[in-house]
């Protein structure tokens, strides 16, 4: 986006406006050279600061001439944090709802889970647990926006196949 002074005017890449009457095509800013800017007068619009993830910040944006100014406030902490343990238990339950049915047969068979799946599913439990007392542990937003939870991944994932050799 590019800024001109003397007419207070915004000028989005790819868009088609009017200087001092004149109308210039969609792509003349992508084609211009530094001299055809100067020229009208158009400065490149400059960001200062970016954008944070809104699941823990208030982002806002100031235009003022040539400068755009992007400001990321922390949400509470404490509604963050109930957040993240929502949104910790809600992936949890994503993952093991799919396997319940292993664990409600081998309960009315009188039956056995397979032992991988056994100790996948405990394996997201755990993970659960040590995210929890992450998330709880942390004093600031920050904190919570940095950690990165690191899903086992399931048996199936796990599955090694053999290249099958072609006909000859």
């Known amino acids: 986006m590019y800024y001109r002074q003397e007419s207070n005017q915004y000028i989005v890449d790819g868009?088609?406006?009017?200087?001092?009457?004149?109308?210039?095509?969609?792509?003349?800013?992508?084609?211009?050279?530094?001299?055809?800017?100067?020229n009208l007068g158009l400065v490149l619009v400059v960001t200062v600061g970016e954008f944070k993830d809104g699941k823990y910040y208030n982002n806002s944006e100031i235009l003022n001439e040539a400068t755009l100014t992007i400001t990321s406030v922390a949400k509470p902490?404490?509604?963050?944090?109930?957040?993240?343990?929502?949104?910790?238990?809600a992936t949890a339950y994503s993952l093991l709802f799919?396997?319940?049915?292993?664990?409600?047969?081998?309960v009315e068979t009188s039956?056995?889970?397979?032992?991988?799946?056994?100790?996948?599913?405990?394996?997201?439990?755990?993970?659960?647990?040590?995210?929890?007392?992450?998330?709880?542990?942390?004093?600031?937003?920050?904190?919570?926006?940095?950690?990165?939870?690191?899903?086992?991944?399931?048996?199936?994932?796990?599955?090694?196949?053999?290249p099958v050799a072609e006909a000859v």
């Open 15 to 38: 868009t088609q406006f009017v200087i001092d009457g004149i109308t210039y095509p969609l792509a003349w800013l992508q084609q211009a050279s530094e001299q055809d800017l100067q």
């Open 98 to 106: 799919p396997t319940d049915w292993m664990v409600i047969k081998a």
């Open 111 to 162: 039956t056995t889970v397979d032992p991988a799946w056994s100790a996948w599913r405990e394996s997201i439990r755990t993970t659960v647990a040590n995210a929890v007392t992450a998330i709880n542990a942390c004093t600031n937003v920050d904190e919570i926006a940095a950690l990165t939870i690191n899903w086992p991944a399931d048996p199936n994932a796990l599955v090694i196949t053999e």
């Open 77 to 89: 902490l404490i509604d963050v944090k109930t957040q993240a343990l929502k949104d910790l238990n």
